[in-house]
């Protein structure tokens, strides 16, 4: 069956279930994603506009670090509510999270300065079984890195799945790399506490593991090509977690977070690609900056999506993205918990796909109740509804169309301008032959409000009804 043919049956039953006044779940993430093949700044899930071409899939939303392994203060760790989790997701009418691994059984997060908590967290259930012989250096059972820990696929699995059903696409994390990378050494706390609690360090597994290959405790070796025992052990839990999620169809695949030098993210992209061209389904596979890679690295690789650092510039205002690979772009890695709501229609009108690290509940770092990322929250779906909305396929950056230079347009036909301060913006419509609709749209209520039309073939000021930020819609009446 068509996925055209789909939405139109999920669509009616959808209306009688309303009529009956039942509750319907989001329609589940049609997949795999790939590129777009015309405008690569966003996937395609293979349905179709009226006139047969390809529509564009926009990702948006939030993601938390206990989202897969729990993380808690005590020993007795409390488990994470997935079930809750999406039912948030699903009323900010998000699409996509990170799903988060982690490398070490602690987390001690001293190491994030300001973000409201000073204490160690212990983390499980990591992907290797702790069976022993012997005690690692927390007291329980040695891994054996041999053996793959059931709990952790079968939860992997559990959560993206349940995730498809409502319409969120997951980014399974295979490596986190903030850890050995930025943690291990940070000033104010335990030195060497990541790779203390690592399955590699060698007092914590059965198998003659070590990941400092030089002695100098900065085991960055680890995620590097440099011990072919670990290379090893990695290549098998790589295909672990394909052989686990493969035959998903909102998967993708992120190799690390923050972390890996570049040979080995490379080779860990290749991995994938490799592995799942033996499989029934092939999944984006993506790279983050803030690691041991920069931007123009990460174009360069196999790639099919990648997140920009903010040590790039991809802060706030994000440059227009050029459209070579999807952009993920992520508060994750320009500020860690940071941003606000006009960051997300700037960085969206400028091509990027914007993304949330959330507080979510604040069990593990930050505010849930920031007023500031509520919006955030909220504007990720109104974008979310926008991009369903447009051609989004057809349109493309042009910051010189707006005289505030956030303009997303398929000029002649549509446009989305974002008004920063509010006031009057001038928008070149040159390319219209006719009338537009206008609409006006207030990210701080959710308000629409219909504009008179207005003329095509020249430069045209507009003014908002109302106060403050603002988006402008206008579309051809042709």
Same mark, same amino acid.
């Given at each position: 069956?068509?996925?055209?043919?789909?939405?139109?049956?999920?669509?009616?039953?959808?209306? !009688?279930?309303?009529?009956?006044?039942?509750?319907?779940?989001?329609?589940?993430?049609?997949?795999?994603?790939?590129?777009?093949?015309?405008?690569?700044?966003?996937?395609?899930?293979?349905?179709?506009?009226?006139?047969?071409?390809?529509?564009?899939?926009?990702?948006?939303?939030? *993601?938390?670090?206990?989202?897969?392994?729990?993380?808690?203060?005590?020993?007795? +760790?409390?488990?994470?509510?997935?079930?809750?989790?999406?039912?948030?997701?699903?009323?900010?009418?998000?699409?996509?999270?990170?799903?988060?691994?982690?490398?070490?059984?602690?987390?001690?997060?001293?190491?994030?300065?300001?973000?409201?908590?000073?204490?160690? *967290?212990?983390?499980?259930?990591?992907?290797?079984?702790?069976?022993?012989?012997?005690?690692?250096?927390?007291?329980?059972?040695?891994?054996?890195?041999?053996?793959?820990?059931?709990?952790?696929?079968?939860?992997?699995?559990?959560?993206?799945?349940?995730?498809?059903?409502?319409?969120?696409?997951?980014?399974?994390?295979? %490596?986190?790399?903030?850890?050995?990378?930025?943690?291990?050494?940070?000033?104010?706390?335990?030195?060497?506490?990541?790779?203390?609690?690592?399955?590699?360090?060698?007092?914590?597994?059965?198998?003659?593991?070590?990941?400092?290959?030089?002695?100098?405790?900065?085991?960055?070796?680890?995620?590097?090509?440099?011990?072919?025992?670990?290379?090893?052990?990695?290549?098998?839990?790589?295909?672990?977690?394909?052989?686990?999620?493969?035959?998903?169809?909102?998967?993708? %695949?992120?190799?690390?977070?923050?972390?890996?030098?570049?040979?080995?993210?490379?080779?860990?992209?290749?991995?994938?690609?490799?592995?799942?061209?033996?499989?029934?389904?092939?999944? /984006?596979?993506?790279?983050?900056?803030?690691?041991?890679?920069?931007?123009?690295? !990460?174009?360069?690789?196999?790639?099919?999506?990648?997140? /920009?650092?903010?040590?790039?510039?991809?802060?706030? /205002?994000?440059?227009?993205?050029?459209?070579?690979?999807? #952009? +993920?772009?992520?508060?994750?890695?320009?500020?860690?918990?940071?941003?606000? *709501?006009?960051?997300?229609?700037?960085?969206?009108?400028?091509?990027?796909?914007?993304?949330?690290?959330?507080?979510?509940?604040?069990?593990?770092?930050?505010?849930?109740?920031?007023?500031?990322?509520?919006?955030?929250?909220?504007? !990720?779906?109104?974008?979310?509804?926008?991009?369903?909305?447009?051609?989004?396929?057809?349109?493309?950056?042009?910051?010189?169309?707006?005289?505030?230079?956030?303009?997303?347009?398929?000029?002649?036909?549509?446009?989305?301008?974002?008004?920063?301060?509010?006031?009057?913006?001038?928008?070149?419509?040159?390319?219209?032959?006719?009338?537009?609709?206008?609409?006006? %749209?207030?990210?701080?209520?959710?308000?629409?409000?219909?504009?008179?039309?207005?003329?095509?073939?020249?430069?045209?000021?507009?003014?908002?009804?109302?106060?403050?930020?603002?988006?402008?819609?206008?579309? #051809?009446?042709?």
């Amino acid at each position: 069956m068509k996925r055209n043919q789909q939405v139109a049956i999920w669509m009616v039953v959808c209306l !009688m279930s309303s009529l009956q006044g039942i509750v319907t779940a989001a329609m589940p993430a049609a997949g795999p994603l790939r590129v777009h093949p015309h405008n690569p700044r966003y996937f395609t899930d293979g349905t179709e506009n009226a006139d047969g071409s390809l529509k564009a899939v926009y990702l948006t939303g939030s *993601h938390t670090w206990n989202n897969l392994v729990d993380m808690d203060r005590a020993d007795a +760790l409390a488990p994470f509510d997935f079930g809750a989790y999406l039912e948030f997701l699903r009323e900010y009418d998000h699409n996509f999270i990170r799903l988060w691994t982690w490398d070490s059984l602690t987390w001690v997060t001293q190491a994030n300065g300001g973000l409201g908590k000073d204490f160690v *967290h212990q983390v499980a259930p990591l992907p290797w079984a702790r069976i022993g012989p012997g005690e690692a250096l927390d007291g329980k059972p040695r891994f054996d890195l041999t053996k793959f820990n059931p709990e952790y696929f079968d939860r992997l699995r559990t959560r993206v799945r349940a995730a498809g059903e409502r319409g969120i696409y997951v980014s399974v994390m295979l %490596f986190e790399g903030w850890g050995l990378r930025h943690g291990n050494r940070r000033s104010g706390t335990p030195d060497g506490w990541a790779y203390r609690g690592h399955p590699f360090h060698p007092d914590n597994n059965t198998n003659a593991i070590t990941g400092d290959l030089n002695g100098d405790g900065n085991v960055l070796e680890i995620h590097s090509l440099a011990i072919r025992s670990i290379t090893a052990l990695q290549e098998a839990y790589i295909r672990k977690v394909v052989d686990t999620v493969n035959d998903l169809d909102n998967v993708l %695949f992120e190799v690390i977070n923050e972390g890996g030098e570049k040979e080995w993210n490379w080779w860990v992209v290749k991995t994938i690609q490799d592995y799942e061209r033996t499989k029934p389904k092939q999944h /984006p596979v993506g790279l983050t900056g803030h690691g041991g890679e920069r931007t123009d690295s !990460m174009l360069a690789s196999s790639a099919d999506w990648i997140s /920009p650092g903010g040590q790039d510039g991809y802060r706030d /205002p994000a440059p227009a993205w050029d459209g070579k690979k999807v #952009s +993920l772009l992520d508060t994750d890695h320009i500020w860690g918990v940071g941003g606000n *709501h006009g960051w997300v229609w700037r960085s969206f009108l400028r091509g990027h796909n914007p993304i949330f690290m959330d507080p979510y509940d604040g069990s593990v770092l930050g505010n849930r109740f920031d007023p500031k990322f509520e919006l955030l929250r909220r504007n !990720m779906g109104y974008t979310l509804r926008y991009a369903n909305k447009v051609n989004l396929a057809a349109m493309t950056p042009r910051s010189e169309l707006a005289s505030t230079g956030f303009c997303l347009a398929d000029p002649g036909k549509e446009y989305l301008v974002y008004l920063t301060d509010g006031g009057e913006v001038t928008v070149d419509l040159g390319a219209v032959s006719g009338e537009l609709f206008v609409e006006w %749209f207030n990210p701080r209520t959710g308000e629409t409000t219909e504009g008179p039309r207005a003329s095509g073939g020249r430069r045209q000021a507009f003014q908002p009804p109302f106060q403050g930020d603002a988006v402008l819609y206008l579309k #051809s009446a042709r």
